[in-house]
């Protein structure tokens, strides 16, 4: 009588053997990635098994193996492992792509002209969209509800800011919110007013749920569509994982479906929106790797303050252009504290959104409070850490937190940063150099979609502290820039550090997958105006290709 | 140089070969199944694969195959499929093996000393329980939030009856959901009161709502607890598939939860909790097969009415114990038709509860104006079935719709039914056989955790009409009576295609599911008597033990 045991030797047996035999090349390109510890290592040729992950980097002169059951020869193209947004807010993005986009508006006429033309041709019960910013507009002000109505009167009208962290209804919709002068301005928010205190249109933080709690819900055939249309723009720059900032159970909901049917291609690391999400979503703790490591819900997003831009980022001292505000915490330190041990109770890792110095001060402080308790790998998360006291700069090393900043929010934010600061108060800004000399990790990301999410961009701009037009000349507060393998790293091995997946992806190596890029250019030779324009020929993840430049 | 479609074939040819060489059999067993028309299949030996489904049944006499890798002798023991229980509540049989039962008590002082010894015993917060019947106590009347005081005071206490149509709570518990003489009742819900209109302590139906929600919701750890236990009491009693009637969000997060690390051992198909919670769960349609079909969210669970014994079900003409009263239809005829369209729209199958005469009547009607726009194969659900209308008997067939019922259910009911309806309304009173004759589909159930899982004792009640003390003699309008194969088919092949799953499981054939029992004795050839009392030794699903008793 066979046991068990034997069945399943004999079917092993019948698995290991021909395993060696099953692997295939990338050959003949000129492959490049870093090691764990951030060193250039160089290669000619990508060897991949069957379930799609590196054998081999093979070496300049190196043998080939001999029993290879597939080889694809490159002629010399430039090969990197794939790029890692550490901060996105996935939907969002996705939404961003199906509604009305007014990221590049350059006026408030522009922007009602683009929002009436949308208007006039979409059958929508609610006009949405997003992507304003006043300070592009060179307003000097917010927009009002009146200037919204006379692009929309007919039906509510509701535009989320760039940042996400301001909306601007029309008329129409703050009728429907229920939203008059009797208002109060809810915890953690503002409603903007005139002076006899009606309501003028712009809602900030927490203010803005007054509108989205009526705004009607996406159907799941709209999520699904801004699912896929996410997932195309991420793949086309060449990203092959992101963390998803704030996934609510409906996000969730939409990517495990579309993993479910085979759909999900790049990998998602995501982080509940808050502490309620991840107990009814994760449960008892973060969820394991699903779909061979293209999922995981392993942390929780918890914000301290608001947006430089609408100046709800917490400031130590007032803002230099509106005295006698210091901008919005979102939470006393009794609450921070204890949504974050109750999440590290559960083994979630915290990311936490603090902008302004004052936030980032409170959320050092908790980390610190919380490790006395909370020991082990922990990988305490700060999103953004945009303005940082210098006195504070070396606490993010000293329990270990990781900065997890995106490059391009200094080269768009400078001169909203000089105004909201004064020139005085900018030593700690996007002080990546800083960070690092002192120890601390860092994962680089770009906040998409309030910027694009450009991983080409935002590694230029760590390597120049310059725009795309290359302003300022020589870099703004250069002594901050980085080198362009620190940069690489902030995208690659720091990203995928931060988010525990280190011995997963993030460099092309021995058992981590093959997740990996085919460039029209060597992004380590070229200078950073070219560097910022690379263009991803193909992104592969898992050793299949997921998507190929149009020819 | 190769192209990737010769990787794929040469991979391909390495693993087909080898695959008959790794099947095994359970050997020498006194196999039964029923074939895909429910007639009956003897074998002597399962042939069965590594992935877990049946190769072959090995009849009497026939050779066995050469190459095995394994081979069990059951030394003539029977086996049989896995049985399905059609109508379950899966976290709330598992919340129910973790909390207070009052299930077996006898008399409300019987009650009332075991809630005070548990609450005596627990630090809850809540005292929560189900299970209690005023019948069983013969107290002819509900009981009160006064009496309840008695047992727990400091506390609030909140029990729901068997079959979670009410609710009783002691006057903590009022208080804290804010009931008062003032508090209208709900639609679709009533609050007992008093000759002066003040709240007695019982809740029925949306009533209860006032209640539940101020209830603290579990934890994720007391969750998954509940979720194994439910799994352990279902594969002890032999049920290795069923349906889910009424999935929340939360339930669906533990169920996935526990199946991404490999601990859901049988099938569930999921019903969702409405049309809202299926369409932000499952999305733009049914979810696909997961976990190699062991999870599906297939269907909507929706109610027209509620149950006999609280006086909720939907009745045509008054209740021969309560003149004046019909009991409460929950949706109007409109609402019905919306919300089953909106789940049609999407492919979604539609369950709905209807007891009463009327609420079935309204089912049906709505499913025959549905069927003109929604053609093809929509399997509509009408659960429990339990009054029928004679002259509605026929409908159920005229367009495809199961009936799925819980034979326990007629036992355990038959005194209350004859109290609500009285004599002469009984002809269309859990007629299964009426139904069958008229050419429609059964599937069985018992409705846990409102009864005892207990496919058994379902299946005997079905082929007798009588309870476990045999009463009544003869059996309760014997007419409805099933055979022994018929009574089997509802436990199998019939609750597989209630499921759309009859091509996976719910009997033992060749590309099926080696979903299978080894029983202590052969359930066809036994008294009723004797089927009733069958014990379960092993049970397997997809090949692999999932349960063994101790022994």
Redesign the interface.
Known sequence: ????F??LA??AA?LLA?AAQ?D?IIDNVNGITLDAKGAVVRFEALQID?WGKVVALIAKGQKRPKK??????LKGATLVPGMIDAHGHFMGLGFQQLQLDLADTTSLDDALARIRDHAGRSPAKWILGRGWNQEKWQLGRFPTAAELDRAVSDRPAWLERVDGHAGWANSRALELAGITAATKDPAGGRIERDASGRPTGVLIDAATDLVAKVVPQP???E??AAFLAAQEKLLALGITATADMGTT??DW??M??MA??GQLRLRIMSYAHGVETA???????P??W?YNDRLRMGGIKLYADGALGSRGAWLKADYADAPGNKGLGFLSDDQLLNLMARGAM?NFQLAVHAIGDRANQQVLDAIETLSDTYKGDRRWRIEHAQIIDPKDLPRFAKFGTIASMQPVHQTSDRAMAEARLGPDRLAGAYAWRSLLRDGSRLAFGSDYPVERPDPWAGWAASATRQDAQGNPPGGWRPEERLSREEGWAGFTIGAAYAGFAEDKFGRLAPGLWADFLILDRDPLVVSPAELRGTKVLETWVAGQRAWVAKK
Chains 1, 2 share one sequence.
Do not use: Q, S
């Open positions: 009588m066979f046991t068990r034997k069945r004999a079917a019948l021909p099953a295939g069957p290879l059951v597939w080889r694809i020869d159907t799941p055939r999520r699904n159970i409906d909901e939409t495990r479906g479910d049917i107990l009814r979503v994760a449960g008892a703790g969820t394991p699903l559960d």
